[in-house]
């Protein structure tokens, strides 16, 4: 099975935005991520095409990247806990050092997506701005969350937060300890730092100390 993740790790780095987020599906779905997982070959042949509107554009309209295909510290996330699991499994670091780069990428999007505020949009849900800015690092913004919860339609009745920041916490642990394995001292220590801060906000915003229980 090691090739075979190693291979959907690396569809998922191709699919990294240039701001170090991740499309919620990668591979060839709606062309979310183009032609960039066509041969070389293929895409010789499909030069022709090269410049006409993408499926998910013409489907979505040409905000589709930022409307469904996004989503956070949850979903998209398989890119930075897969590869930690393939080393758990393997012990092999090749895949970290690989993706190194682009893993800390996809984090640093994580920590600066979670200081945005996030605002109500018409729809009912809740949209980020980049003109909103908060102290705290609970993870407002859009993610599929725990997608068809028990008694949900799709957002679970909790609402998104409590699980994005659970996973937004357990995503900057496992970034410190991809560092850690690789000897990346200096990295280990801020993603630990950032880790720290995530929890004591969790913590404020949803634990009842008397009686000891989670709120939403």
Not at 118 to 146: F, H, N, Q, V
Request: charged share 25%.
């Amino acid at each position: 099975m090691v090739k075979f993740y190693e291979r959907w790790i690396d569809y998922q780095a191709i699919c990294l935005h240039p701001d170090g987020s991740i499309p919620s599906f990668v591979g060839n779905f709606l062309e979310v991520c183009d032609k960039k997982f066509k041969s070389s070959a293929e895409i010789k042949s499909d030069s022709a095409a090269d410049t006409n509107q993408s499926s998910s554009s013409r489907i979505f309209g040409e905000n589709a990247r930022s409307s469904i295909f996004e989503d956070g510290a949850s979903w998209s996330a398989s890119f930075l806990l897969q590869s930690w699991d393939l080393f758990q499994y393997y012990g092999d670091t090749f895949i970290l050092r690989k993706h190194y780069d682009g893993l800390k990428q996809f984090a640093d999007w994580l920590i600066n997506t979670a200081q945005l505020a996030a605002m109500p949009s018409e729809t009912g849900g809740r949209l980020c701005t980049e003109t909103a800015s908060k102290k705290t690092l609970i993870y407002e913004c859009y993610t599929w969350s725990d997608w068809r919860s028990p008694g949900s339609s799709g957002i679970p009745p909790e609402g998104q937060r409590i699980n994005a920041t659970a996973y937004l916490y357990h995503d900057l642990r496992t970034i410190a300890n991809i560092a850690e394995a690789l000897g990346e001292t200096a990295d280990e220590d801020f993603y630990r730092g950032i880790a720290a801060q995530v929890r004591d906000d969790f913590n404020d915003a949803f634990l009842n100390r008397l009686p000891l229980n989670w709120r939403p």
